[in-house]
């Protein structure tokens, strides 16, 4: 008989170890040093953008949208594995014990992220709504309560055998959530007595029917297990090669043209490099968001100099993110036996590099001219990026090729 307590136990604890495992990668990557300046930088600039906001300015509502979605999505890592269908599935009446210890996992945790989440919108609520450390005990400690009533009736919601019934109850959530946050927002307690009602009944007299209806879905456990899986291989990925990562491929086909490259021997890694980029996980989603979160810098912090440190920092963020692609294919056994030489391998990818620089670079200095008329910075911008790729790169990519070989 399988001990379900011991064997929840022994994959939490794996899955700690992993986890502290690419924090220390991650750690060392010279990534963390540029989102530490930026996260400096965008603090003290964080005051400056709410008094910029108008006065009429719809903190509520925008709150209410927000913690509603936060709340309605409420996943549950259950630790799933493949052969778990086979193994355990015999076993599935006593599968309580696990599953109770999932869930208390994924409460912990979405207390915890809640309450980040709502430390970080903090100083919107004090702007618009209502200041007090009192209040901060108060709004956290209710939504803290309201995501763990979400944990819970969305397990009892995970037992429906089809998808559309569990988008059905989802949407149910979401309105409840968003009266909820509404109401509490609005400092409207009474009624949120009320909605504390609502909430009873649809825990015991919905959800909680779901139980002795319907047993687990194994599947769809296991399917959304490995889809957190992912997000997380793919967060990390960001700052350090995952092996374990499945890489997903998008067709794009309105991207085409940019990856199209004449049938030469010497054109064979620029146009592998593009396509990837094009086609391949997130790296061009990454691309756009970098050089929106740029332009959003750039409006916020005042003309000057500083302006290049601060492109510099997005060039640095967004070159440390790109070298997972260089060695994405090193377990390739078609890749490895191409006959190209290492040297013209590592020259076609900073290549491809630079010129990804130098159109961040142009779009921030065309940005920043337009914004503040300064156009000798403007055009000291994709300067810089062209400088980063000659000094910098080089020695960049030496390092991290020698790290992951």
């Known amino acids: 008989m399988i001990d379900v307590k011991k ?211 194994w599947e769809m456990l296991l399917a959304e297990e490995q889809s957190l899986k992912m997000k997380g291989y793919r967060f990390v990925n960001y700052f350090t090669d995952v092996p374990a990562l499945k890489q997903t491929v998008h067709k794009r086909p309105w991207l085409n043209s940019l990856a199209s490259f004449s049938f030469k021997k010497k054109n064979a890694l620029s146009a592998l490099y593009m396509k990837t980029f094009v086609r391949s996980g997130d790296y061009l989603g990454l691309y756009v968001r970098l050089i929106l979160i740029g332009f959003l810098f750039i409006y916020l912090i005042p003309a000057g100099w500083w302006q290049l440190i601060v492109v510099f920092l997005f060039f640095q963020m967004f070159a440390l993110q790109l070298f997972t692609l260089y060695t994405q294919y090193r377990w390739n056994v078609v890749f490895m036996i191409y006959p190209i030489k290492q040297e013209i391998r590592i020259k076609a990818f900073q290549n491809w590099l630079k010129y990804l620089l130098i159109i961040q670079g142009a779009l921030y200095g065309l940005f920043y001219g337009f914004l503040s008329g300064d156009w000798l910075i403007a055009i000291l911008m994709p300067v810089v990026a062209i400088l980063y790729s000659i000094v910098r790169l080089p020695s960049m990519t030496k390092k991290h090729i020698t790290l992951t070989s």
């Open 7 to 217: 064997l929840w136990t022994k994959r939490r604890n794996a899955h700690v170890t992993q986890t502290l495992k690419y924090f220390s990668l991650m750690g060392n990557s010279g990534l963390i040093v540029s989102l530490i300046l930026l996260i400096v930088i965008g603090s003290v600039y964080y005051a400056k953008l709410l008094r910029a906001l108008p006065e009429n300015f719809p903190a509520v509502f925008i709150l209410t949208i927000l913690f509603s979605v936060w709340l309605t999505k409420s996943p549950i890592r259950t630790l799933l594995k493949e052969g778990d269908l086979v193994f355990l599935l015999p076993v599935e009446s006593g599968m309580k014990q696990y599953f109770s210890k999932a869930i208390s996992s994924a409460t912990a945790t979405g207390a915890f992220s809640t309450l980040f989440l709502f430390t970080l919108f903090w100083p919107i609520v004090q702007f618009f709504i209502h200041d007090g450390w009192k209040m901060y005990v108060t709004f956290g400690f209710l939504l803290i309560a309201a995501k763990v009533f979400n944990i819970y009736v969305s397990w009892e919601e995970r037992r429906l055998p089809y998808k559309s019934h569990q988008t059905n109850y989802k949407i149910l959530r979401f309105i409840v959530n968003f009266v909820y946050a509404y109401l509490l927002f609005n400092e409207a307690y009474l009624f949120l007595i009320a909605i504390f009602a609502v909430m009873y009944v649809l825990k015991n007299f919905v959800f909680g029917v779901f139980k002795k209806q319907h047993g687990y879905q």
